[in-house]
């Protein structure tokens, strides 16, 4: 008797990195609760530089921190099995076309929360 075909039993849930523009930031946290309740690991960004914060007051600093974090978001995409783009009204900057565009290089599968 031929053997069933069984597929490996998942080790844990799917991770999904949100990308798009701080300027959407309460789209962005409305995703995270969806993709969180769906049972996934939602990989975000942390910093919205929209805000005033002392950590980027000065412009040097946050012309810094801003690389930086561009850098670490790319490093969230390397992790995450799928990109969510949060793109209300069909917006996408250029930083989130980056992202989109590395993210194709890796194979990564791409979902948008709006029609592009």
Same mark, same amino acid.
């Given at each position: 008797?031929?053997?069933?075909? *069984?597929?490996?039993?998942? #080790?844990?849930?799917?991770?999904?990195?949100?990308?798009?523009? *701080?300027?959407?930031w309460?789209?962005l946290?409305?995703?995270a609760?969806y993709?969180t309740a769906a049972?996934?690991?939602?990989v975000?960004?942390?910093?919205?530089?929209?805000?005033?914060h002392?950590?980027?007051?000065?412009?040097?600093r946050?012309?810094?921190?801003?690389?930086?974090?561009d850098?670490?978001h790319?490093?969230?995409?390397?992790?995450?099995?799928?990109?969510?783009?949060?793109?209300?009204?069909g917006y996408i900057?250029?930083? #989130?076309?980056?992202?989109?565009?590395y993210a194709?290089?890796?194979?990564?599968?791409i979902?948008?929360t709006?029609?592009?």
């Open positions: 008797m031929p053997q069933q075909a *069984t597929r490996p039993i998942p #080790t844990r849930p799917p991770i999904v990195v949100l990308c798009g523009s *701080t300027a959407h309460d789209q946290t409305e995703a609760l993709e049972g996934r690991i939602v975000a960004p942390g910093c919205n530089m929209n805000q005033p002392a950590l980027w007051s000065d412009p040097v946050a012309d810094r921190i801003k690389a930086m974090l850098t670490l790319l490093r969230k995409i390397d992790l995450a099995d799928d990109v969510l783009v949060v793109n209300p009204g900057g250029d930083s #989130t076309r980056r992202e989109i565009d194709q290089r890796l194979g990564k599968p979902r948008y709006h029609p592009v």
